[in-house]
């Protein structure tokens, strides 16, 4: 799970990139057009990869300070890589089961963050991301890389 929940992070950093010159101010994800795209590895080798829905979302800018909330809706988790319908269902009930995310009682995961400052990488990052993540009710501080692009 740590290797799915990582992915996510790293596709939420997606949602707080910029195409165009960043003004002051409170930006309203679109949800109909944000999705995160994941990637997740099993211990034992291969793994599956998929996407799943941001159901809302604000990334706030002052100057050169940005902050965001992302949630995320646990239940719109899909697989992409598995063509065959029943191990593709199997995958998604065990995905939203309670031994992994739990979406009947937690259906929502949420992304905060608390601190974005320039770091750039050589792999083209431009940001370290700082925030909090919670999932299935436990909150715990993560942090990544992002490309982040406009007026900073």
Same mark, same amino acid.
């Given at each position: 799970?740590?290797?799915?929940?990582?992915?996510?992070?790293?596709?939420?950093?997606?949602?707080?990139?910029?195409?165009?010159?960043?003004?002051?101010?409170?930006?309203?994800?679109?949800?109909?057009?944000? /999705? +995160?795209?994941?990637?997740?590895?099993?211990?034992?080798? *291969?793994?599956?990869?998929? @996407?799943?829905?941001?159901?809302?979302?604000?990334?706030?800018?002052?100057?050169?300070?940005?902050?965001?909330?992302?949630?995320?809706?646990?239940? *719109? +988790?899909?697989?992409?890589?598995?063509?065959?319908?029943?191990?593709?269902?199997?995958?998604?009930?065990?995905?939203?089961?309670?031994?992994?995310?739990?979406?009947?009682?937690?259906?929502?995961?949420?992304?905060?963050?608390?601190?974005? /400052?320039?770091?750039?990488?050589?792999?083209?990052?431009?940001?370290?991301?700082?925030?909090?993540?919670? +999932?299935?009710?436990?909150?715990?501080?993560?942090?990544?890389?992002?490309?982040? @692009?406009?007026?900073?």
């Amino acid at each position: 799970m740590k290797k799915t929940v990582l992915s996510i992070l790293a596709a939420v950093a997606i949602a707080f990139t910029a195409q165009a010159q960043i003004t002051d101010g409170k930006y309203i994800l679109d949800f109909n057009k944000s /999705t +995160i795209n994941w990637k997740a590895t099993k211990v034992t080798g *291969g793994g599956h990869e998929g @996407t799943i829905r941001v159901s809302s979302g604000v990334v706030n800018v002052a100057g050169k300070s940005i902050s965001g909330k992302v949630k995320v809706d646990m239940n *719109g +988790i899909v697989c992409t890589d598995l063509q065959d319908a029943g191990k593709n269902a199997y995958l998604l009930n065990h995905l939203k089961g309670e031994d992994f995310f739990n979406t009947v009682k937690f259906p929502d995961a949420i992304f905060e963050t608390t601190k974005i /400052t320039e770091a750039k990488g050589n792999d083209g990052t431009t940001h370290r991301v700082e925030g909090n993540l919670t +999932i299935k009710g436990i909150t715990k501080p993560v942090s990544f890389s992002a490309k982040i @692009t406009g007026g900073m």
